[in-house]
């Protein structure tokens, strides 16, 4: 199941999401600001931040503990392994059968809890609050999450996403309901996961209203870039698995080199509009007050639900 | 016989060194050195014999053996099989660290105490060891009460305090309804015929009606054992009020033993090979699994009393169980052997972990309790800096019962999902779209259980002592003592090798499954992908390899630690906390249990019933105060206590304390039993 040319595709796309995620952060700010009729920041503003932080000297709290120290790794590990996971240029990647759909939303549940328990590390009101409510987030977005990805493994009869998207992506093209309403909650669920408007504020700082800034608060420096770099890292993961499941024309297959500047090029064409659309949700939406989140996001679930349950009616 | 004692006399030996233990214990009265050097290290030794002996049950055919014990004409029976050689392992291997722990925990007890607790303990032990070696009703049933008797008095150890009796009567209460039902179950299926040995209760070929009030009496008997809900009052009383390693027998392995009985007398002597068992029993434990496991871990999250909080996620445990079990009577009952030989597994696989968190998590909570003496966890704050070897493995285990790959709560959660998504195989079409709600339940209560113990670690372990210093004991906590530490290393570890090596498992209790129902799962794929992958079906279906995944996140995590390391400098500063530059902060204004739950009462409302006291605007010492209560108690047990009452308030009427009256009822009695019987 391993072969030298699949053992190079793997390490290759990788590398391709480490490097490419602060990106689309980019792009989906520049996006947002024309869209605001702001002037646009340099696309390449995410590095320069990174860069940035990267020279600074770190301050860390006297009472901090090593969990602390270790989770911005353990962040930027996970998400780097997500990355792995997600079939983002081919399909067929010799790591992918070592964890399916259920094991991806256990390793962003793993960057979770422990984002949340460096929150609380310090004792400081902020970082309480901050883990309480991403928790909170969390708890009905991971089930919704599951939902849209069992919808999805049940129409391919397998829990592989790299099995799952050779399915998809060679059924003829089709309006599939269960699909269509399983897009639309994970579309809300890659908004609440990502911080994103309209349940977290990701330009916000200094807010009662912050849920991932509250977690990260007490973070500079180097382990803020590498915070930062992970959080790039998801939202690109989030965006290729909904790009995987939704509209995974074009991936090539791992080892046919020849059909790789092809999956480039489908594959930034796709992203781009992908960060467009995210920058214009957020230009049109405004945050909702934290106690209508469990009910945008207990939406996205019962929609996951539903969507689930319209395969087996309807069959498609 | 040969040289090693076979499985089945090697348990018993097992099971009697443990009693023989128990009664040495007693006899250098006053001599609290010996439990604690000998008595512990030596049950904990007789534990790992009978974890092996179990282990190497699973793979030889069933042993049948009379003893010559009991009443004149009813003699014990006793059996090994695959089921019990898996139960007896999970007995042996868990209460082996346990012991150990044990004999480091009570290091500080008085010596009379520490000498009657060593009896009861190990009595507790020997009795779960022949539930679950019992090939008779009779054996069965005393062995049971045995163990609830010996349990009882554990949980009793601080008699003094009115709040433990009534804990301790509860428990006994809610365990005497469950064994009524248990009796009652084992009157059903011997129908009035033979005797009550095991094998005469499978041969008896009973009607579909009977069959099922058979499987009830068991559900609900058993299910009052295991604490699910609506008889899962007495879990959160009792085992907060026994001491924390008789806590984490009693989470870890006691109610794994009504699990134990729900699957010998469902699958093995109602159903058997035969295919009685109904599809709608499966229903029927789905959903109360359901609600057990969102009930569980919704009243878990609210709970501000460290053990209270672990028994809540026992029901919630439980609960996950019962969905496995549900699933695989619900494919057994519609034909689909294979599909029911998953969710078994799931369930008993998933029987084992939470045996082997929970153990390590409730003996954490005794060292917490141990050396500040707290159980509330809004005094805590900070332990990771006293006890930081007790942090660690607490983190083991939170992360375990929190399904995170790669640990073991992750793979039996895994499985859960594997056997929901069996579904497609079914016809009825209602059920094949109602197994993935109960999927969606799990998941539901697993990203919970996440939250809940972000709290507890969170707030046990992390941030700062909510109280100034020379208010708090918390500043002062020392680590856990080393046979403390050793007893939860030896389950910690249990953690890592479930959830890395989990395809052995998984063949054991394969053999288990065809044992029970004559079907199991493909052995070539369990095999012939090789130890690193865990594959129930077909490779291309699904798969995961724990091994892999693990070594990749560790890679990755080193690798990015190297990089910056290797690219940037290390310079550091510690300061004081940021916390926005807030410049009046103190450590009272870190989240505390009840306000990290909060989200959860705002969202669950209903389901609580709150008691919540607000301080007023003058106070310079604000207190907060919030009490949340169990519905049950108000909407099922008062109104049956006071049920009770009034009955037999009613029944005191007969009592009038006269001669001639009592005469008069004998009279009565004597002519209606002359109309009647004859």
């Known amino acids: ?134 928790m909170l987030i969390g708890f009905l977005a991971e089930p919704a999450m599951l939902m849209t990805l069992f919808t999805a493994a049940f129409m391919s009869g397998s829990t592989q996403l790299t099995t799952i998207v050779d399915t998809l992506a060679h059924r003829e093209f089709a309006l599939y309901p269960s699909l269509a309403f399983a897009a639309v909650a994970f579309l809300m669920v890659l908004l609440a996961e990502n911080a994103r408007i309209p349940i977290d504020n990701p330009t916000t700082h200094l807010e009662l209203t912050m849920v991932h800034e509250a977690l990260i608060l007490e973070y500079s420096a180097r382990h803020l870039a590498l915070i930062e770099w992970a959080v790039a890292i998801k939202l690109f993961a989030y965006m290729t698995i909904g790009i995987a499941l939704f509209a995974p024309w074009g991936i090539a297959d791992a080892g046919d080199w020849s059909a790789l500047p092809y999956a480039f090029a489908a594959l930034a064409g796709k992203l781009a509009l992908a960060g467009a659309g995210l920058a214009l949700i957020e230009t049109l939406l405004a945050k909702l007050r934290l106690f209508l ?3 945008f996001l207990s939406t996205a679930f019962l929609l996951a639900v539903l969507g689930m349950l319209t395969h087996f009616l309807v069959k498609g | 016989m040969g040289v090693l004692p076979s499985p089945l006399a090697g348990s018993l030996l097992v099971a009697a060194a443990w009693l023989v233990v128990a009664v040495a214990g007693l006899i250098p009265a006053g001599n609290a050195a010996f439990a604690r050097r000998f008595a512990f290290p030596l049950g904990a030794a007789a534990g790992v014999a009978l974890a092996a002996l179990g282990l190497q049950a699973v793979w030889l055919p069933a042993q049948t053996l009379t003893l010559p014990l009991g009443l004149p004409d009813l003699p014990f029976h006793v059996r090994m099989d695959p089921l019990a050689g898996f139960f007896l392992m999970l007995l042996g291997s868990v209460s082996a660290g346990i012991s150990v722990y044990a004999a480091g925990y009570f290091r500080e007890e008085p010596s009379g105490r520490l000498t009657l607790i060593s009896m009861q303990y190990h009595v507790f032990l020997a009795s779960m060891a022949f539930v679950l070696l019992a090939d008779d009703a009779y054996l069965f049933m005393v062995a049971w009460e045995t163990m609830a008797l010996s349990s009882y008095f554990l949980v009793i150890t601080d008699h003094q305090r009115p709040a433990i009796r009534s804990a301790g009567f509860l428990y006994l209460l809610i365990a005497h309804l469950g064994a009524i039902a248990i009796l009652l179950c084992f009157g059903v299926l011997h129908g009035g015929r033979g005797d009550y040995t095991f094998d005469a209760l499978r041969a008896a070929q009973l009607q579909p009606a009977w069959a099922s009030v058979a499987f009830l009496l068991a559900f609900f008997g058993f299910g009052a054992k295991a604490g699910m809900i609506p008889l899962h009052a007495w879990l959160p009383e009792a085992h907060p009020a026994a001491p924390s390693p008789v806590s984490a027998l009693m989470s870890g392995i006691m109610i794994k033993t009504a699990i134990y009985g729900m699957v010998r007398v469902t699958f093995d002597l109602i159903g058997g090979t035969s295919g009685n068992i109904r599809w709608e029993w499966g229903m029927a434990v789905l959903v109360v699994g359901a609600g057990t496991t969102l009930f569980g871990v919704l009243y878990a999250l609210v709970q501000h009393d460290l053990k209270r909080l672990l028994a809540y996620h026992s029901v919630e445990n439980i609960g996950i169980i019962l969905l496995g079990l549900g699933m695989a009577m619900v494919f057994i009952g519609f034909g689909h052997p294979a599909a029911g030989a998953l969710g078994l597994i799931a369930a008993l ?22 050396s500040t003496g707290m159980r509330n966890l809004n005094d805590m704050g900070g332990l990771i800096r006293g006890m930081p070897k007790t942090a660690f493995y607490f983190l083991i285990g939170a992360l375990a019962i929190s399904a995170l790959p790669p640990l073991n709560g992750f793979v039996s959660e895994w499985l859960t999902f594997q056997a929901a998504l069996q579904a497609t195989v079914l016809q009825h079409g209602v059920v094949r779209s109602l197994l993935p709600l109960f999927a969606a339940t ?225 009279f009565i009695t004597l002519i209606a039993l002359l109309v009647f019987v004859r």
């Open chain 1, 1 to 134: 199941m391993s072969s030298a040319p699949g053992i190079a595709f793997q390490i290759l796309q990788s590398v391709f999401v480490v490097l490419a995620a602060p990106l689309l952060v980019g792009w989906v700010n520049q996006c947002r600001a024309w869209l605001q009729n702001r002037s646009a920041p340099s696309i390449l503003l995410p590095y320069y931040t990174l860069a940035k932080l990267f020279n600074k000297d770190a301050v860390f709290a006297h009472d901090a503990s090593p969990i602390f120290r270790w989770t911005p790794y353990i962040l930027f590990g996970c998400m780097w392994l997500a990355a792995g996971i997600v079939p983002v240029l081919a399909t067929g990647l010799p790591f992918a059968p070592a964890a399916d759909i259920i094991a991806l939303v256990g390793v962003f549940a793993l960057a979770r809890m422990f984002s949340a328990l460096a929150a609380m590390d310090i004792g400081t009101s902020f970082g309480g609050l901050g883990a309480r409510r991403e």
């Open chain 2, 349 to 370: 696989y998933h029987t084992l972990n939470h045996a082997v968190f929970k153990g390590l998590l409730f003996l954490g909570a005794g060292s917490i309790l141990h």
């Open chain 2, 442 to 666: 799990l998941a539901l209560a697993g990203a919970l259980t996440a939250m809940c113990f972000v709290k507890v670690y969170g707030i046990a372990f992390l941030g700062r002592a909510r109280e100034p210093a020379h208010r708090s004991p918390l500043p002062h906590a020392g680590d856990a003592g080393p046979m403390e530490r050793y007893g939860m290393a030896w389950l910690a570890a249990g953690c890592f090798v479930l959830g890395l090596f989990p395809t052995s498992f998984l063949l054991m209790l394969n053999r288990v499954g065809v044992s029970l129902t004559g079907h199991g799962l493909s052995e070539d794929a369990l095999l012939g992908s090789g130890w690193l992958w865990l594959v129930p079906t077909a490779m291309g279906q699904a798969s995961y390899s724990p091994v892999i995944f693990f070594v990749v996140i560790v890679a990755v995590t080193l690798l990015a630690f190297l990089l910056v390391r290797r690219f940037y400098h290390g310079r550091l500063r510690f300061s004081d906390p940021w916390d926005c530059g807030y410049p009046e902060q103190t450590s009272r204004m870190q989240d505390t249990a009840d306000a990290f739950g909060q989200p959860i009462r705002h969202v669950f409302g209903p389901i609580y019933r709150t008691d919540r006291r607000l301080p007023g605007p003058e106070d310079t010492e604000p207190r907060y105060s919030l009490k949340v209560e169990d519905r049950h108690w108000y909407w099922l047990y008062l109104p049956v206590a006071r049920a009770a009452e009034i009955v037999s308030s009613k029944i005191a009427l007969l009592q009038q304390g006269r001669i001639s009256i009592y005469l008069l009822y004998s």
């Open chain 1, 293 to 295: 989140a469990p009910e």
